[in-house]
């Protein structure tokens, strides 16, 4: 029976220890890359063809639209669309270069992460340039509306002055008319009645 090694063989099973440790966290850092990779690869060429779609068939996408904003739609999808494609391209070059070891072929894997670097760029640059050209062509918008707002409360204003400044005139017009004056007009209208009641009595006894 041999004896114990107290030195020797704790370093030895702290060796193997960490070695098996190491090897699981490369195996699942690998499988969470590919999963990443994977993922990020389908969401580029799902936005691909859906952004294609809305480029192609913009009325049928977006339905009944104003012809500016149907175009700024229309091109917000092609922006969108080449984002997509950026992603999916992202997505294949990491596939691989977390499949390609990098002792083996050690120039197909730093072409590969390179492309994913720049790629990536590309990709953040376009999905700024849609946020930017977004805020902006809705910031107008909202300032148009405003405008238009301020000047129909304006317009209702104003029509409501001249109404009530109508009406204020009416009033003090008819508070400013006499009252005999009224019964004389009143007076007038009568008399000219009656005569002309009395005038055609008379013909009428005339022709008789």
Known sequence: MSEWNWGGDLTRCGGDALAIFANAADGAARWAGLALAGFILAFGIWQVRVQRDRVNFPKARFGAQP???LEFLKRQAFRRMQTGGMAALVGALMLVGLHVPAQDAPGWWAAAWLGVIFFSFWA???ALVDATSTWLHYSSEGAQTNAEKILLEYQIKKMREQAERAAAEKNVSDAETPVGGKNAAVGEASAIAETS?????????SRE
């Open 197 to 205: 009641g009395a005038g055609k009595n008379a013909s009428a006894g």
């Open 67 to 69: 012809e500016k904003e």
């Open 124 to 126: 953040a640059l376009l």
